[in-house]
């Protein structure tokens, strides 16, 4: 800032994001208050704040029903209506300067919610200052400002307007694309946004519809897209090992597959190799249906990495799907000579060691793991290809901390990097990758393979938990196999919710004659290892088990799933678990039990799960009832989401914004620095992670 402030006030600033007079220009009110117009006291509204005038008469502090400040005054004209003014939280100089008021018969201004009360109508806590008579009321109407502890409106206000008057406020956008959306000028939205004049359309202004607010939404979302584009065009600016897109290991694998790859899977398998054969690093995410296909894509990807001499590393956020990769991966990839090191939880030292040893020397093609492939003692001699999934569950210095572990190589003088896959079976809603996911290329299984069974969803109140155990009992005596899913491990404060324990315990004694088993987060890695093994292999007919099964869990005859207090859950975890069934020949069925009486946010999403079976509906839904938060995971590390714009409601104006950013890139790419400068302050890294 040109001006220095007092260490506390910019201190305090900092709370809020805001360092500079750019910043403070930026900090845009959250509502306003008008005071550029005098209600009568008899006419005030009810629930709506208004400002009032009146004339002091007499202040005194009283003890009933407990200590307060009590302000008598009337309106100055005729008739007299008198007003009283409680305080409950004063200080002694306010009874003082309320008292002078009296004696000196001066007017006060009032701004607040006028009630009715025991003396007629009354304020509590109003903003209050004197007035001489005659003196103009605001010009515009007041800004309430986001704020923190010890920074007041006023200060606020005033800091706000000497940056409008010393900030440069000139307009980064071109003026060809101003005039193709029809946009107003930055220095004339800010103003007025900061400034409404008297008759301004407050209702759009508060609804954030009003055509200034469309400029500065538009801005936030086009400073996004272009921070977003320029790190795409880094990236691809850096060198990584070509790998190749039709090696021998590959042509054996797809030569002897028993199934056909769908359309979806061979087209995104199509998209992969071929960014793979490129010298600089794919970033792409696979996204499909809980279901879908992904993996086999995925070690697709990791053959053409071996094909090339090169290792891949496969990182996923539990030891049950890493588990699962490394079984599949085995099965697929082993009979071809690919050797698999899987580091999990489980090894002894010693193996851990001849594990680590095998990918250091290079020996190891495909390394299989948890966060353990990113600690220290593990180092890669080529590391060509990282894939992480379910990569939302993954903070943004862990997935950097896997690529970082490829040596050191250098081509003619260029670091080498490895290419980069990550994987979501939690569907990104079209307006999240458009916007937060707009630095990667995304490739869509949305198709199931054939012979997948659609899964019946059922809403049951716990009432009904009778006939829930009965329709268990008839499918385990036809062969079939079930989950039972706990929102809790054992008793919390959350005293009302029923947990594994106590489920494993009543359901081992409610269905006697049943196998029933128990899986949670806190067992060691070999019980759940053998729990798994053991529901796998049929030993088990009945799993009870938390949320550890969301991901990684693929048993074809488990064709009933129970989750118990579905209504504590969120709509990504429940169409996550639902997925868990339905994965055989056998029509399968998913029971929500729900304690009565549901609240509305509940009530919304048992709604959306049960009308709606295809996971890219569902996470449309989840946006709109929740927002982008459960999609980005700690993608942004730290960074705020979007401040103005609702990916909700302005999709249009993402689209014209992603469409702005290609062209300002193309044709006026000084006026694109600008805008990303203006925006973000060279906080660019944090939207790029």
Same mark, same amino acid.
């Given at each position: ?5 007092? /260490? ?41 704040? +208004?400002?009032? #005038? $009146? ?15 009590? @302000? ?41 919610? @006028?009630?009715? &009360? ?5 304020? +509590? ?13 605001? !010009? $515009? ?193 082993? /009979?071809?000579?690919?050797?698999? $090191? ?47 999934? #379910? ?46 996911? !707009? ?19 059922? =809403? ?6 009778? #006939? ?19 929102? +809790? ?33 806190? =067992? ?12 796998? &292999? ?5 799993? @009870? ?21 579905? #209504? ?49 509906? +569902? ?21 705020? =989401? ?10 249009? =104006? ?36």
């Amino acid at each position: 800032m040109k001006r220095e402030l007092p /260490p506390a006030t910019a201190t305090k600033l900092a709370r809020l994001g805001v360092r500079s007079l750019a910043d403070l220009v930026l900090h845009l009110p959250l509502r306003y208050e008008d005071e550029t117009r005098l209600t009568p006291i008899e006419d005030a509204p009810a629930g709506q704040p +208004v400002l009032v #005038e $009146a004339r002091v008469r007499r202040a005194e502090v009283t003890y009933r029903p407990k200590r307060q400040l009590v @302000v008598h005054a009337e309106s100055p004209g005729e008739p007299r209506r008198s007003l009283v003014l409680r305080f409950f939280n004063f200080y002694g100089s306010q009874l003082k300067a309320f008292q002078r008021a009296a004696d000196d018969g001066l007017l006060l201004r009032a701004f607040g919610e @006028v009630r009715p &009360g025991w003396f007629g109508a009354e304020m +509590v806590h109003p903003r209050c200052s004197t007035a001489a008579e005659g003196e103009p009321l605001a !010009a $515009a109407l007041t800004p309430v400002y986001p704020t923190t502890a010890g920074l007041g409106q006023a200060t606020l206000r005033r800091l706000v307007q000497q940056a409008l008057a010393e900030a440069p406020l000139e307009d980064t956008l071109a003026e060809e694309v101003r005039r193709r959306y029809r946009l107003s000028a930055f220095a004339e939205s800010v103003q007025l946004l900061h400034q409404p004049p008297p008759g301004a359309d407050t209702q759009a202004l508060v609804q954030r519809s009003h055509p200034a607010w469309q400029r500065i939404k538009f801005d936030e979302l086009l400073a996004q897209q272009l921070s977003m584009r320029l790190a795409y065009r880094a990236r691809r600016a850096r060198r990584a090992p070509p790998l190749s897109a039709n090696g021998p290991l590959l042509r054996r694998f797809l030569g002897k597959l028993p199934f056909r790859l769908t359309r979806a899977q061979a087209r995104a398998m199509g998209e992969i190799l071929h960014d793979l054969a490129a010298p600089h690093p794919m970033q792409r995410l696979l996204q499909g249906d809980v279901g879908s296909g992904k993996t086999i894509v995925a070690a697709i990807a990791c053959l053409a990495a071996a094909d090339a001499g090169w290792q891949a590393a496969v990182m996923a956020p539990t030891e049950i799907l890493a588990e699962q990769h490394q079984r599949k991966f085995g099965e697929w990839l082993a /009979p071809l000579g690919v050797r698999i $090191a899987w580091l999990h939880g489980d090894l002894s030292r010693a193996a851990k060691r001849a594990a680590c040893a095998a990918i250091t020397a290079g020996e190891a093609n495909v390394a299989i793991g948890t966060h353990a492939l990113f600690q220290g003692a593990v180092s890669f001699a080529r590391l060509g290809l990282a894939v992480v999934d #379910e990569q939302h569950r993954f903070g943004v210095q862990q997935r950097l901390a896997l690529r970082k572990k490829a040596a050191a190589r250098r081509t003619g003088g260029a670091r080498i990097v490895p290419h980069q896959l990550m994987m979501s079976a939690t569907p990104i809603p079209r307006t999240l990758s458009m916007s937060y996911y !707009a630095d990667l290329d995304v490739s869509l299984i949305d198709e199931l393979p054939p012979g997948r069974q659609p899964i019946k969803t059922r =809403l049951v109140s716990a009432a009904r938990r009778a #006939e829930v155990l009965r329709r268990i009992r008839a499918a385990c005596a036809e062969g079939q196999q079930a989950y039972w899913v706990c929102p +809790v491990i054992e008793e919390s404060q959350q005293g009302d919710l029923r947990t594994a324990l106590a489920t494993y315990a009543a359901l081992s004694a409610e269905l006697s004659g049943l196998r029933v088993g128990l899986l949670h987060g806190r =067992l060691a890695a070999e019980d759940k290892a053998a729990a798994m093994a053991d529901f796998a &292999g049929g030993r088990i007919q009945l799993l @009870v088990a938390t949320t550890v099964i969301e991901v990684g869990v693929d048993v074809p005859n488990a064709s009933l799933m129970v989750i118990e207090h579905a #209504e504590r859950f969120g709509l990504a975890q429940l169409h996550q678990l639902r997925g868990r069934v339905g994965r055989g020949g056998r029509e399968s069925a998913c029971i929500l039990l729900y304690a009565a009486p549901l609240s509305e946010p509940a009530r919304a999403r048992l709604k959306v799960i049960y009308e709606h079976s295809d996971g890219f509906e +569902v996470a449309r839904r989840d946006l709109l009832l929740r927002g982008p938060g459960e999609y980005l995971g700690e993608r942004q590390s730290g960074a705020p =989401l979007l401040r103005f714009a609702d990916l909700a409601q302005d999709e249009a =104006l993402l689209e014209q914004a992603r469409a702005a950013a290609e062209w300002l890139l193309e044709h006026r790419p000084q006026s694109a620095r600008d805008h990303v400068e203006r925006w973000l302050a060279g906080r660019q890294e944090l939207l790029r992670a």
